[in-house]
């Protein structure tokens, strides 16, 4: 007998584009704490380069999702991923990535760009996940910011955020 484990989940509609948000509105009017994949919302570009701010009170904003309809106890997976280059030769960049909730930090981590000096092209993955607290929306944002100047983020960029298991 095949014991090999099957993943079904409806198609979401497809998302609306609104100021840098993504909304998506997906069907998941099935009964609560079943299924998996039950909401999801993404963001994804490769046509601009970010420079990352070297004032860790105002880091660059990177990516931003969006999930409406949440209740107290939803349980969401948030998976980003950007590229770091440093152009500072004069020493090794230090990185705080920041993952947001309604303008509060839920997720951070620190590293450096440690490579030779200049050209580092890191790919940078981050990764947690959220329990709601209250019932209503949350709207997440990737950002990050430096300790020395000339640091970008460039290619790719993207943040999904999935709702896993509904309360």
Not at 115 to 129: F, N
Request: hydrophobic share 40%; aromatic share 8%.
């Amino acid at each position: 007998m095949d014991n090999k484990m099957r993943i079904s989940f409806k198609k979401p509609e497809p998302a609306k584009f609104e100021n840098k948000i993504i909304n998506c509105s997906c069907d998941s009017k099935e009964a609560r704490g079943a299924g998996i994949f039950v909401d999801f919302a993404w963001f994804t570009d490769h046509t601009q380069t970010i420079r990352v701010s070297d004032n860790p009170n105002e880091p660059s904003q990177i990516a931003q999702v969006a999930l409406y309809g949440l209740q107290a106890g939803d349980e969401i997976w948030l998976n980003g991923l950007f590229h770091a280059d440093s152009n500072n030769l004069q020493s090794t960049p230090d990185l705080q990535v920041t993952i947001l909730k309604n303008g509060t930090a839920i997720y951070q981590q620190l590293l450096r760009l440690d490579t030779d000096q200049g050209d580092d092209l890191v790919p940078i993955p981050v990764q947690t996940v959220d329990i709601q607290s209250t019932a209503g929306p949350a709207i997440y944002t990737l950002a990050v910011s430096a300790n020395v100047p000339n640091v970008e983020v460039f290619d790719e960029k993207t943040l999904t955020a999935t709702v896993i298991r509904r309360s």
